[in-house]
């Protein structure tokens, strides 16, 4: 039994899509004619959204991180109490209102009954379910104990949920103060500051600095204001595209690093990725070397990925963990000592683990704490902008009175 994505017309003339189980598409359509539909289209799920890879060309359907979260928990909660794959996977899209969510199920279910195994059938979806989701799925799968490893993978997805949700609501307010402060002084640039100057500019004398600063923003702003979001747009898709060559995004990527503040957030990030990635890895029975280049290929920073690399073959070599990592020169000392202790003790995996969760302690303490500073910072600078404004208005109204005295 496949499963198949349909287009049909209901009753009333409407077309209706979604996805079914059934033995072939002439089956499908019978079901929808028995349910009173008129079927347009009928296709089979897994060809609907073939992919040619894992890169950009992949068209299968995309899953949100809280969306996959989920769905690894409900796999993982069904399989522990006993039910088979291809029954929890039925049931998981039986119940599922989400559409999309249902489809990319119903088709990894079928491939399931058609005789692949479960991280292959995932393959058919690299968007909806990553390199490292698929190769820990594999591992457990060979091991026996695809239950427990879906429980840590649950884990890690809901862990790396929660942070992404705090980070986006501790950004709600400094992302709002920055929209207002914007508005605000382009409101009083445009409309009250041209009126208030036009006084002064009649009597004749001379303005002060601030205030001459002042108005030739503001006559910037009411003349040539409309370019300034085409100019903003273009410097974003400018860069998007630098961003696109290899040798560009490389040579950022390594001065990123050593930037002063974002070049310590970054590499907090990266290494907390790695070290997680790596943890859940070889926590699911994945070789060391095996698991350092699934690893390294799930960092975002070029420069970081090929140094891990490196260390990778320098493991596969017969290095040490501890003495690879010293080598990238990027990871943070107390994480390569809990490593070092973990080869010398043989308690490798477990000492990956607890430097992940420090790492990622470390990693949500040091973002809090810059969102916490960037608060008050923006109040600071909206206050210096009214501040400025204020007494460059101020200023020729004081020169006048000192006039009349």
């Known amino acids: 039994m496949g499963a198949f994505e349909y287009t049909a017309l209901n009753a009333g003339g409407r077309k209706n899509r979604g996805t079914l189980e059934a033995d072939s598409a002439k089956a499908a359509r019978q079901q929808l004619r028995a349910k009173g539909l008129i079927p347009l289209e009928v296709s089979p799920a897994s060809e609907s959204h073939s992919q040619a890879g894992d890169g950009l060309l992949s068209t299968s359907p995309g899953l949100g991180i809280k969306a996959l979260a989920l769905l690894t928990r409900q796999i993982a909660t069904l399989l522990r109490a006993g039910i088979p794959l ?87 307010y400094p ?25 002064f500019t009649g009597t004749g004398q001379q303005l002060p600095l601030a205030t001459r600063i002042l108005v030739a923003i503001s006559d910037f702003i009411s003349s040539w204001g409309w370019i300034i979001p085409p100019i903003i747009v273009l410097l974003v898709v400018g860069w998007m595209l630098l961003m696109r060559q290899s040798g560009f995004r490389y040579r950022f990527h390594h001065r990123l690093l050593d930037m002063p503040m974002i070049g310590w957030l970054v590499r907090g990030g990266q290494s907390a990725r790695y070290i997680g990635t790596l943890a859940i890895l070889t926590g699911s029975s994945v070789p060391l ?66 430097a992940a969760e420090n790492q990622e302690r470390d990693l949500q303490g040091a973002v809090t704490a810059f ?9 600071l600078v909206m206050a210096g902008l009214v501040l400025f404004i204020v007494m460059a208005i101020m200023m020729p109204i004081m020169s006048m009175n000192q006039l009349v005295v």
């Open 86 to 172: 291809e029954e929890t996977l039925g049931a998981i899209a039986n119940q599922s209102r989400n559409q999309k969510v249902r489809r990319i199920v119903l088709a990894v279910r079928a491939k399931v009954l058609e005789g692949h195994s479960f991280a292959q059938a995932l393959g058919s979806f690299p968007r909806a379910f990553p390199k490292l989701y698929r190769a820990t799925v594999e591992a457990g799968e060979h091991s026996g104990h695809l239950d427990e490893v879906l429980e840590r993978l649950g884990d890690y997805t809901e862990s790396q949920q929660q942070f992404r949700q705090k980070v986006q609501l501790a950004m709600i």
């Open 175 to 199: 992302v709002v103060l920055v929209v207002i402060c914007v508005l605000v002084v382009t409101g009083l640039m445009v409309y009250v500051v041209p009126d208030v100057i036009e006084v």
């Open 289 to 354: 070397v095996q698991a350092m280049g699934i690893a390294s290929g799930v960092m975002g920073n070029d420069y970081l990925k090929e140094r891990l690399q490196a260390a990778q073959k320098f493991v596969r070599e017969g290095g040490s963990l501890r003495r690879a990592l010293e080598d990238v020169e990027y990871f943070p000392p107390m994480m390569i000592y809990m490593i070092a202790s973990g080869e010398s003790s043989g308690t490798l995996d477990q000492m990956l683990v607890r």
């Open 371 to 379: 969102v916490s500073l960037f608060e008050p910072i923006m109040l």
